[in-house]
């Protein structure tokens, strides 16, 4: 039995965000109606080639959201289509929608309509700026991209910042939206009352896309800092290219010898990825000279031995064909088509993977002439512990869950500070001998009193957390973490696969020990397969997924051109579905009482966003590629330059558009009115094929404003623009200032800040998300082992002086 049978979904959206939401929710077994408009989800009529659309004329990417749905068309301009969706809303759980603001309210069919038919259910929204400020504003994934500062951050020399292509944002917004899904969900189960939520795709994307660049500014007091790229990052080898992701000292150390360069190990101050921004020039010169002479094997190889982070550079036509994701069996054929896309990206011990089923065909009536009726007859339903009574209306949703964090960096951490934002008491497990190396990213000088507690990533992942230092190597600790893993509901690792079997935690053992316990573990590339023993970071995966692939500047550019790493969000799109997964593993035990195993892998979880690469090749042979900041979804699109700032710094102004209409109004702004009724710029395809003429006029135009006078200039005749703000800035935009979105936290040694969120606008929750600030190392040893372990003072005192547990970093 799947997880959330029985749960019933409601589908109004268009588009990539609401369709990957509730795929995420149908893959795990939900019961998804979806609503269509007559003539259908736009969606259903794209195609990157125009070649991959089916006998029925549906593009392929329909077909991959929108497997194991059923689908209807609903009028809602008439009255009986509207009564069909409100039958519907009688019986739903969760009901999804992407209208603008109050919309569908002015037709009787909005979020007031369903409480009112079913008081239970959960009403979703997703729009791009929320309902604040900029509610009306038109946008696309480059402007919003813009606006938060993402563009900025990324880019080579002599080239305009360039934004992470594939449509990220959208996928980022629907895997928010879905975890907001099962939150609700669990509380609606435990007050009985349901809710509604809002996923602003601005909020989604300005900390994950940024590495929550205004945590780095307030901390650092440096909130403008120019493009750039990681050195080493993607190089070129023998017969192609190779990607690198270097974070420590060890990793550039172990590099170095990778390169048969040891000298440049002993170099201290190579140690550092600023210092290696400052000498890029030389390093990739000696770095190029040693990988143009070596295959893309050879490297590899050598990178896996000396542990060394690195990646084969994907894309549509070779990821398939990889040895790991062939073995591990990651593509799979679509049940409507038979092109291969990526199989659900995690996996249990205690349920199969849900067999795909084909995507509904377009709908050949009204849906008030075929009335849809819900199969299931409901979801088994979370009941209040004893003794714990039901859940509060405006309680957290995930109040009463124990979760055990015992990962670093930032994918893994992500997943419990998402799980902790929404209630769950998350306890993150260090040790003195390792802490979680994102404490060592500080901003003060190391030397400094407890320089290691000042690191911007760190805080902005475990901002609410409780921290517990465990020496896992001894069976003392191990002890401890089994006796709190007896009182937890979740536990989460991303240690290399081999680490939680060596402490003698494997599933096997915690099975047996904590039958209620749900197992989630992160591997980079798997728990098996050929690359199981690989290191993996957010590049790596970005790298091998083909992202790094599609985000590149255009062979126009020169010595410039070719795939850059966009450093985007695949940490925290990672983190995200692994609290999902974790969630629905959660519902599952709501089945027999027993937790289970997820593998949640990072490497599948990108390969999942971004499918659209190798289902465009597999079904018409073309590879998509790079085109700097142009889109084929849009035209034309691109960063232009605007009037320079006042120190001569250049500025630029993001603009895309979508339609037709768009484009007359753009062609009015830039005093080209006749162009909008000329028939080579009559659609987009025609618009994409003079994007190199039309990009001078646009550019002829924004060069004597101002960013602020052409966004406004657009906005107003209904054009999306932004402009490019630096990367650490987006927390200054009307939306976000005005917001909770930031919340104000009091560190005893960082001092304050103002951490992001998520972006999930419960309409009832309690006033903050956050009860305490990211935990200093072992700040809580003696809380939680006497609160919930019971241990006397002399033991904890034993515990400290032989080193289990501790509050200082050994070996600095």
């Known amino acids: 039995m799947q997880p959330l049978a029985g749960v019933r979904v409601v589908d109004l959206t268009t588009g990539i965000a609401g369709g990957y939401a509730t795929k995420l929710l149908a893959d795990a077994g939900s019961e998804v109606w979806k609503i269509e408009p007559p003539g259908g989800d736009p969606l259903r009529a794209w195609s990157v080639s125009g070649r991959s659309f089916d006998e029925a004329?549906?593009?392929?990417?329909?077909?991959?959201?929108?497997?194991?749905?059923?689908?209807?068309?609903?009028?809602?301009?008439?009255?009986?289509?509207?009564?069909?969706?409100?039958?519907?809303?009688?019986g739903a759980d969760l009901v999804f929608e992407g209208f603008a603001p109050g919309t569908l309210d002015t037709q009787g069919v909005g979020a007031a309509a369903l409480s009112e038919r079913n008081p239970a259910a959960t009403w979703l929204s997703?729009?791009?700026?929320?309902?604040?400020?900029?509610?009306?504003?038109?946008?696309?994934?480059?402007?919003?991209?813009?606006?938060?500062?993402?563009?900025?951050?990324?880019?080579?020399?002599?080239?305009?910042?360039?934004?992470?292509?594939?449509?990220?944002?959208?996928?980022?917004?629907?895997?928010?939206?879905?975890?907001?899904?099962?939150?609700?969900?669990?509380?609606?189960?435990?007050?009985?009352?349901?809710?509604?939520?809002?996923?602003?795709?601005?909020?989604?994307?300005?900390?994950?896309?940024?590495?929550?660049?205004?945590?780095?500014?307030?901390?650092?007091?440096?909130?403008?800092?120019?493009m750039s790229e990681d050195v080493p990052s993607i190089e070129p080898t023998a017969d192609g290219w190779i990607g690198f992701c270097l974070f420590t000292p060890q990793q550039w150390s172990d590099f170095a010898l990778l390169i048969e360069r040891p000298d440049l190990a002993g170099d201290e101050s190579l140690h550092h990825m600023v210092a290696r921004h400052a000498r890029a020039a030389e390093i990739r010169a000696i770095v190029r000279a040693y990988t143009r002479a070596h295959s893309t094997a050879e490297l590899l190889l050598r990178s896996e031995l000396?542990?060394?982070?690195?990646?084969?550079?994907?894309?549509?036509?070779?990821?398939?064909?990889?040895?790991?994701?062939?073995?591990?069996?990651?593509?799979?054929?679509?049940?409507?088509?038979?092109?291969?896309?990526?199989?659900?990206?995690?996996?249990?011990?205690?349920?199969?993977?849900r067999a795909f089923e084909p995507a509904p065909r377009r709908a050949s009536g009204e849906g008030e002439d075929a009335r849809p009726t819900w199969r299931s007859s409901g979801r088994p339903?979370?009941?209040?512990?004893?003794?714990?009574?039901?859940?509060?209306?405006?309680?957290?949703?995930?109040?009463?869950?124990?979760?055990?964090?015992?990962?670093?960096?930032?994918?893994?951490?992500?997943?419990?500070?998402?799980?902790?934002?929404?209630?769950?008491?998350?306890?993150?497990?260090?040790?003195?001998?390792?802490?979680?190396?994102?404490?060592?990213?500080?901003?003060?000088?190391?030397?400094?009193?407890?320089?290691?507690?000042?690191?911007?990533?760190?805080?902005?992942?475990?901002?609410?957390?409780?921290?517990?230092?465990?020496d896992l190597t001894r069976p003392e600790g191990?002890?401890?973490?089994?006796?709190?893993?007896?009182?937890?509901?979740?536990?989460?690792?991303?240690?290399?696969?081999?680490?939680?079997?060596?402490?003698?935690?494997?599933?096997?053992?915690?099975?047996?020990?904590?039958?209620?316990?749900?197992?989630?573990?992160?591997?980079?590339?798997?728990?098996?397969?050929?690359?199981?023993?690989?290191?993996?970071?957010?590049?790596?995966?970005?790298?091998?997924?083909?992202?790094?692939?599609?985000?590149?500047?255009?062979?126009?550019?020169?010595?410039?051109?070719?795939?850059?790493?966009?450093?985007?969000?695949?940490?925290?799109?990672a983190g995200l579905h692994a609290a999902f997964a974790a969630l629905v593993a959660l519902r599952h035990r709501l089945q027999g009482g027993r937790g289970c195993q997820v593998e949640s892998v990072m490497v599948e979880t990108a390969l999942a966003v971004s499918a659209e690469s190798v289902i465009e090749h597999d079904v018409s042979g073309e590879l998509l590629c790079g085109e700097g900041n142009r889109s084929p979804r849009m035209a034309p699109q691109g960063l232009y330059r605007c009037a320079p700032g006042s120190a001569g710094e250049p500025r630029w102004i993001a603009l895309s558009v979508a339609d037709d209409a768009q484009w007359a109004s753009l062609a009015r702004c830039i005093a080209r009115s006749s162009w909008a009724g000329e028939a080579r710029f009559g659609s987009r395809e025609r618009r994409r094929a003079a994007h190199d003429e039309i990009d001078a006029a646009i550019e002829a135009w924004t060069l004597g404003r101002t960013p602020e006078e052409v966004a406004l200039a657009l906005l107003a005749q209904g054009v999306p623009a932004a402009c490019v703000i630096g990367s650490r800035r987006g927390e200054e935009l009307e939306p976000l200032r005005g917001s909770d979105f930031f919340e104000r936290v009091d560190h005893p040694v960082a001092g304050s800040i103002r951490i992001p969120a998520l972006p999930l606008r419960f309409g009832r929750r309690p006033k903050r998300w956050f009860e305490r600030p990211a935990p200093t190392l072992g700040e809580h040893n003696e809380e939680i082992l006497t609160g919930l372990l019971g241990l006397s003072r002399a033991e904890i005192a034993g515990l400290s002086a032989s080193g289990v547990i501790g509050t200082r970093p050994l070996g600095l």
Not at 553 to 566: C, F, H, I
Request: charge should be neutral; hydrophobic fraction near 40%.
């Open 126 to 226: 997703l729009t791009p700026f929320g309902p604040g400020p900029w509610s009306e504003r038109p946008a696309s994934e480059l402007t919003l991209q813009a606006c938060c500062g993402s563009v900025m951050s990324r880019g080579r020399p002599g080239q305009p910042p360039l934004y992470a292509a594939g449509e990220l944002g959208e996928w980022m917004a629907g895997a928010y939206l879905a975890v907001g899904a099962l939150a609700a969900l669990r509380r609606s189960d435990l007050c009985g009352r349901g809710d509604r939520v809002d996923v602003s795709k601005l909020e989604a994307i300005t900390p994950t896309f940024t590495n929550v660049g205004s945590v780095w500014g307030q901390m650092s007091g440096r909130w403008d800092v120019p």
């Open 478 to 573: 191990v002890d401890l973490l089994v006796r709190l893993a007896r009182q937890s509901d979740v536990l989460l690792e991303n240690y290399s696969p081999r680490v939680l079997e060596s402490f003698g935690l494997g599933w096997e053992r915690l099975e047996t020990l904590c039958p209620q316990l749900v197992l989630v573990r992160m591997p980079a590339f798997g728990l098996g397969g050929p690359w199981r023993n690989r290191v993996g970071f957010a590049q790596t995966m970005e790298q091998v997924s083909g992202i790094a692939w599609l985000t590149a500047y255009p062979e126009s550019a020169g010595e410039q051109a070719g795939p850059l790493t966009p450093r985007a969000c695949a940490d925290p799109l």
């Open 306 to 353: 000396l542990r060394v982070p690195a990646a084969p550079i994907g894309h549509g036509a070779s990821l398939p064909g990889m040895d790991h994701f062939r073995e591990r069996g990651v593509f799979v054929r679509n049940p409507r088509g038979g092109f291969l896309q990526p199989r659900i990206p995690y996996e249990s011990t205690a349920w199969p993977r």
């Open 381 to 470: 339903r979370e009941a209040p512990r004893p003794g714990a009574g039901a859940l509060a209306p405006d309680a957290a949703p995930l109040a009463g869950l124990r979760v055990l964090d015992l990962t670093a960096f930032w994918a893994g951490p992500y997943a419990g500070f998402t799980l902790a934002c929404l209630g769950a008491d998350v306890i993150h497990v260090e040790s003195i001998q390792r802490p979680d190396g994102m404490r060592f990213g500080s901003q003060v000088p190391p030397g400094t009193e407890r320089w290691w507690e000042h690191g911007p990533t760190f805080h902005s992942a475990n901002t609410g957390k409780r921290s517990l230092t465990l």
């Open 57 to 90: 004329g549906d593009g392929a990417l329909f077909r991959y959201l929108h497997t194991s749905k059923r689908g209807v068309v609903l009028d809602l301009e008439r009255p009986a289509g509207r009564e069909v969706l409100l039958s519907l809303y009688a």
